[in-house]
Nanobody, 116 residues
């Protein structure tokens, strides 16, 4: 059974930091491209960051470049999203996904709220 469980969300002040984690099981993590998406109220879901199977290549949406870092730990089957210099517009539900062999699996999401 494939499982992706996000954690680390919460309420943070503008300029603050959070580290999201996505613990996975039930599939071959090391062969999967991992991604973080987010969806704010009333907005479409958007791709925030992705990391290849090897971990050598990462991509970011322009809105988070220089502030967010995606990383992976294949020994722990976990992907991370380090978020620094958070802004109110980063407020959203954040989802991790795993892409493998034409399939993509989703976690349940974790809420991030940036507010003073």
């Amino acid at each position: 059974q494939v499982q992706l469980v996000e954690s680390g969300g919460g309420l943070v002040q503008p300029g603050g930091s959070l580290r999201l984690s996505c613990a996975t099981s039930g599939f071959t993590f090391s062969r999967s491209t991992m991604r973080w998406y987010r969806q704010a109220p009333g907005k479409e879901r958007e791709l925030v960051a992705s990391i290849t199977r090897s971990g050598r290549d990462t991509n970011y949406d322009d809105s988070v470049k220089g502030r967010f870092t995606i990383s992976r730990d294949d020994a722990k089957n976990t992907v991370y999203l380090q978020m620094n210099s958070l802004k109110p517009e980063d407020t959203a539900v954040y989802y991790c996904t795993a892409g493998y062999n034409g399939m993509e699996w989703w976690g349940q999401g974790t809420q991030v709220t940036v507010s003073s």
